[in-house]
């Protein structure tokens, strides 16, 4: 028994592969030409490893596809993970990707009947690891990682309240929110058509001059977007005499219609409880570092240089503390360093929590759809980890600009896989996550078993393992069926000296 490797998992992502059909629409547009192997096969080794184990191109080469049974399912040998031909694969791809949208769109409608009218719009953002001189997009910006101190493109996406992508832009790392909106509009009516479309989005994405336009009735477009927070005090007396409606156990929600919108005032008791909870302890953990300062009375520089380091942290949190410093040349004690909690600011504060205000188009639209809808925007937030945590999206090494977009690419395409099974288990078994699917079938492992023939010879038997009881009910549950297993075959090669058996029965 030799070189036991992982199968189950890999056998479903190939399944996820041709579900999607992707294999004839890369076969298409990645023709095969001199190359012994056919690039929409490297294409499908670089995105199976993005689902399943995220690494380098130069990991993939390295190690991780012989640990991997792709050579069986895939019907290739170890020419396809060659480290050049890896890379020279991110050089044919970005290239397709406007096709590749639609492709995905219409094998979506026909798989899960999934509907296009309300699209959730967002931006975030992902770092570059070292300098970052060949590629024009790495800059810096507002770092939605936590990482001003590296470079960074923006990424632009668009996706169903279901999580099925419609399409994402790589943009300038310094690129403001305002400004993208406008080209995703077209882009979306140039790919799938005019139609009527709801648009959520947060606040700080649409302009004031683009929400106009998207209210002309020939652009047939809706949108829902957060507004701040400021826009509630700006239309208080309107509010104050109109009655709470209730659309959930927690949630509330007043009306009110102004210049052709519908304003909506969302009131969350949980939402409240969260904020207050994470204000007080930002607000707690800071009084402590201020005690410490007082107590220790350092010299006026090193005094701001720990206010600075603690105002970072305690982020927002910092402006109910009302603080007394030293004057320059003054020294630091008690009487000179003092602080206070603004107590009257913080209960208006705490008062306004909870409380966040929508605007819409859609003027006679049901107040329980239009919130329903908006929290939705938790959905693509859960896309973007996704895509940073599970696909390890970041950080990225590569430094050339095409081959950045083809990193991202390769990402995305793992993240349509990824979708495609979480909507199969709602039908099939909602309890489980695709995370733990695939965790589970890596339990089943493929084998080479060397059989020596009398001509002197190997019969070569490649064969999976039997899976577990606990596996194969879980095939049964989502209507799979593993493939026979492969053809054996001769070779004359003997085996390595020492035997690789894998961990199954």
Partial sequence: LRRGRAFGNCWLACELWRQLDLDGFWQQRLPQGREAVAWEKVLQVLVVNRLIDPGSEWRVHRQWFLTSALDELLGVDFAVAEKDRLYRCLDRLVAHKRDLFAWLWQKWADLFHADFEVLLYDLTSTYFEGEMDEAPKAKRGYSRDGRPDCVQVVIALVITPDGFPLAYEVLDGNTSDRTTLRQFLDTIEQTYGKARRTWVMDRGIPTEALLAEMRDPSRQMAYLVGTPK????????????????????????????????????????????????????????????????????????????????????????????????????????????????????????????????????????????????????????????????????????????????????????????????????????????????????????????????????????????????????????LDLHLPAQPPPRITGQAPSAQPVVAAAR
Wanted: proline share 4%; charged share 25%.
């Fill in 230 to 477: 400021g826009k509630i005090t700006q239309y208080e007396r309107q509010w104050l005499d109109l009655p709470w409606q209730k659309v959930r156990d927690s949630v509330e929600v007043k009306l009110f219609e102004q210049s052709g919108e519908l304003y909506v005032l969302a009131k969350s008791d949980g939402r409240q409880r969260k904020e207050i909870a994470i204000r007080r302890k930002r607000l707690v953990r800071l009084l402590r570092k201020l005690r410490a300062m007082r107590r220790s009375l350092p010299s006026r520089d090193r005094l701001l240089m720990r206010i600075g380091a603690a105002k970072t942290e305690a982020g927002r949190a910092f402006g109910f503390v009302e603080m007394h410093l030293p004057a320059a040349g003054q020294p630091v004690t008690r009487e000179s360093f003092r602080f206070q909690v603004a107590t009257r600011k913080l209960k208006a504060a705490e008062q306004r929590d909870g409380h966040y205000l929508l605007r819409s188009n859609l003027t006679g639209e049901d107040p329980a759809v239009l919130w329903s809808r908006y929290v939705q925007l938790t959905h693509i937030e859960a896309v973007f980890r996704t895509l940073k945590s599970d696909l390890g999206i970041r950080p990225i090494y590569h430094h050339l600009q095409h081959r950045i977009d083809a990193h991202i690419l390769i990402a995305f395409l793992a993240y349509c896989l990824q979708v495609t099974l979480k909507n199969r288990l709602m039908r099939h078994a909602p309890g489980l996550t695709p995370t733990a699917v695939l965790e589970t079938l890596a339990a089943i492992h493929m084998i080479d078993v060397w059989i020596p023939t009398v001509d002197g010879r190997w019969l070569v038997l490649p064969r999976y393992t039997r899976p577990e009881k606990d596996v194969s009910l879980l095939l049964q549950q």
